[in-house]
T-cell receptor
Framework: DTEVTQTPKHLVMGMTNKKSLKCEQHMGHRAMYWYKQKAKKPPELMFVYSYEKLSINESVPSRFSPECPNSSLLNLHLHALQPEDSALYLC?????????????FGEGSRLTVL | GESVGLHLPTLSVQEGDNSIINCAYSNSASDYFIWYKQESGKGPQFIIDIRSNMDKRQGQRVTVLLNKTVKHLSLQIAATQPGDSAVYFCAYDVAGGTSYGKLTFGQGTILTVHP
């Protein structure tokens, strides 16, 4: 199993809603990442979890709240988002953030904030 | 500051031609480089990587060249096929430095292959 699975694939929410994005991998990877990608732009790092602990927060607004319940799961809780937060949210994983190596990406969750 | 950039934002080639996608980086401490392919509506897909102790690495139909002197990276695709049409990103990770665990992406090149 070499997949990173993200759900939902598409999400539309209002600015007062609370929703969550989910990511799952069963490759035994201990580092998991959230990236944000706007149209025609490269992915931008948001958060890094290493061994289920948050190790990097790229100054992301608090309306985005990550959670890593266990080594296979990564969530991104969304609350009071703005229309400019509409983007493709990509989850990725690799064996260990301390080891350079291929990041495996999911297909992304396309978020639209109305 | 650190930057990873591309010389050409778009590249259009005929099927069967060879394609070369370029990438410039500014941090001489960079020691690991990756090329990703991203098709429309999909996540980035790993193509090939190279470490700074190497100048060249070959995969299936792809070759990555690294010139540390001028801080330049290129991806060569042999016998380009319509299925190669995608956005190509270079990225780097400075292991052990302040970007420990991070992957920084270049701006991307749109490759279009015409049948």
């Amino acid at each position: 199993d070499t997949e990173v699975t993200q759900t939902p694939k598409h999400l539309v929410m209002g600015m007062t809603n609370k929703k969550s994005l989910k990511c799952e991998q069963h490759m035994g990877h201990r580092a998991m990442y959230w990236y944000k990608q706007k149209a025609k732009k490269p992915p931008e790092l948001m958060f890094v979890y290493s061994y289920e602990k948050l190790s990097i927060n790229e100054s992301v607004p608090s309306r985005f709240s990550p959670e890593c319940p266990n080594s296979s799961l990564l969530n991104l809780h969304l609350h009071a988002l703005q229309p400019e937060d509409s983007a493709l949210y990509l989850c990725a994983s690799n064996l260990d953030r301390g080891l350079t190596g291929e990041l495996f990406f999911g297909e992304g969750s396309r978020l639209t904030v109305l | 500051g650190e930057s990873v950039g591309l010389h050409l934002p778009t590249l259009s080639v005929q099927e069967g031609d060879n394609s070369i996608i370029n990438c410039a980086y500014s941090n001489s401490a960079s020691d690991y480089f990756i090329w990703y392919k991203q098709e429309s509506g999909k996540g980035p897909q790993f193509i090939i990587d190279i470490r700074s102790n190497m100048d060249k690495r070959q995969g299936q139909r792809v070759t990555v060249l690294l010139n540390k002197t001028v801080k330049h990276l290129s991806l060569q695709i042999a016998a380009t096929q319509p299925g190669d049409s995608a956005v190509y990103f270079c990225a780097y990770d400075v292991a052990g430095g302040t970007s420990y665990g991070k992957l920084t992406f270049g701006q991307g090149t749109i490759l279009t292959v015409h049948p």
